[in-house]
């Protein structure tokens, strides 16, 4: 039987204006268990990937400023994903997809350099980008800051870290990124804030984009004839 993928959504918070302003999309798929992520994205067909987006972006549409995919290396240079990217634009619109690069790995392992036209196609399109998971992993300052010029939004992940948000040295580290982020013009989306005291602590420290299960978990959004999924 052939696999079935839904994207869930998770609402991203202006706690500014007290808004939802965007929606990050996470691909699942439907198991005996239930919706769980897919053991390895890397070997979904591309053309699945491609229809979905499309499907989904299409019932999005006018509802939010913004919608979020996570796109990897791989997937950026897969021609049918690349132009489903572009077609969503081209039906959300005026609402902007965002597309974060992440650092999902894949057989290919495309440079920079390789991945720097399609990225200013996109935003010729009218598409944004996100760095996602700044501060972890390949995203170091050093290592984004030849896509800065490029990119509208940055996303720090507290989930991704042991230590506990109200660690100093957490603090320093989400003050470093917000710093950048008004040198560059960038949005900065704070993800995994879990409680009012994570809420209270951002407030503090001058972020206002932000996302979590404190305000919502991913919730599975139905297309035209999903009346059977849960």
């Known amino acids: 039987m052939k696999p079935t993928y839904r994207y869930f959504v998770q ?22 268990a239930g919706w769980r992520l897919p053991d390895d994205f890397a070997a979904i067909d591309s053309q699945t990937i491609a229809d979905l987006l499309i499907a989904t972006t299409k019932v999005l549409s006018l509802k939010v400023l913004y919608c979020s995919i996570n796109v990897s290396r791989e997937q950026l240079m897969t021609t049918s994903i690349a132009q489903a990217i572009i077609k969503s634009q ?8 965002v597309v974060e690069l992440t650092e999902e790995d894949g057989p290919e392992n495309y440079p920079l350099s390789a991945l720097m036209p399609v990225l200013q196609s ?35 992940a507290l989930q991704n870290y042991k230590l506990s948000f109200h660690d100093p040295k957490m603090q320093q580290r989400v003050h ?7 040198e560059y013009g960038l949005r900065l989306v704070l993800e995994g804030v879990e409680d009012a005291a994570d809420n209270a602590l951002s407030q503090k420290l001058g972020i206002k984009y932000k996302q979590g299960y404190y305000f919502s978990k991913p919730q599975l959004l139905k297309l035209p004839g999903d009346l059977k999924f849960a």
């Open 11 to 32: 609402p991203q918070v202006n706690t500014a204006t007290k808004t939802i302003v965007g929606y990050e999309l996470l691909m699942k798929q439907l198991t005996p």
């Open 122 to 156: 996109f935003i010729d399109q009218g598409l944004q980008l996100s760095l996602d998971d700044v501060g972890t992993g390949d995203n170091y300052f050093s290592d984004v800051q030849t896509l800065l010029p490029l990119v509208s939004e940055m996303k720090f």
């Open 176 to 182: 470093f990124w917000r710093a950048m982020s008004v």
């Open 90 to 97: 081209q039906q959300l619109y005026p609402t902007k997809l």
